[in-house]
């Protein structure tokens, strides 16, 4: 089984709708990420979290919001969609003192 | 001037040579390196971290120049598996959760 998973893998969704993507994972790590990537642009950060109790906004998160119900799990929503947030979310993690970042599958969103 | 640059390519290199692509970096307080690679729509994996003192793990070698402020990925008797793009990425100050910075990537793609 995958150590880091998301849900949906892929989404189609109209403008005005709220939505909710899902990480969990199973590493144990502490840290956890949300990232966008788009063509052109390269991956950038949304939110991040170092531990349940502590979320802090990344360099993107405007029209996003993220909860830590757990350490295992970080959902990122989307209160009401559009169209520019169409873009591919992958969900990271990062434990102990290695910078090594652990990602998931990803979920391709798309807004109409 | 961007703080991680890559040239985006792609880089079309014949099954068995070597080819190499290097990664700019904008601060010099920069601490630490990596490299990943991204298959087409699947997520970032960690490919090597990058040492001062360079190194090497199989066909791949990564070189730091500080002086210069680039690294380097040197890939040898490439594979047509070795298709994909790969990422720099560098830890420093002004950086996002973890001090991480992205590069945009550099595509390759190994003919037959």
């Known amino acids: 089984d995958a150590d880091v998973t998301q849900t949906p893998r892929n989404r189609i969704t109209k403008t005005g709708k709220r939505i909710m993507l899902e990480c969990s994972q199973t590493?144990?790590?502490?840290?956890m990420y949300w990232y966008r990537q788009d063509p052109g642009l390269g991956l950038r950060l949304i939110y991040y979290s170092f531990d349940v109790k502590d979320i802090n906004k990344g360099e993107i998160s405007d029209g996003y919001s993220v909860s830590r119900q757990a350490q295992a799990k970080f959902s990122l929503s989307l209160e009401s969609a559009i169209p520019n947030q169409t873009a591919l979310y992958f969900c990271?993690?990062?434990?102990?003192?290695?910078?090594?970042?652990?990602f998931g599958p990803g979920t391709r969103l798309t807004v109409t | 001037r961007k703080e991680v640059e890559q040239d985006p390519g792609p880089f079309n290199v014949p099954e068995g040579a070597t080819v190499a692509f290097n990664c700019t970096y904008s601060?010099?307080?920069?601490?630490?390196f990596f490299w990943y690679r991204q298959d087409c729509r699947k997520e970032p994996k960690l490919l090597m971290s990058?040492?001062?003192s360079g190194n090497e793990d199989g066909r791949f070698t990564a070189q730091l120049n500080r002086a210069s402020q680039y690294i380097s990925l040197l890939i040898r008797d490439s594979k047509l598996s070795d298709s994909a793009t790969y990422l720099c990425v560098v830890r420093g100050p002004g950086g996002g959760a973890d001090g991480l910075t992205f590069g945009k990537g550099t595509h390759l793609i190994i003919q037959p």
């Open positions: 590493k144990g790590h502490d840290r």
């Open positions: 990271a993690t990062r434990g102990g003192e290695s910078y090594e970042q652990y």
């Open positions: 601060n010099s307080a920069s601490q630490s």
């Open positions: 990058v040492y001062s």
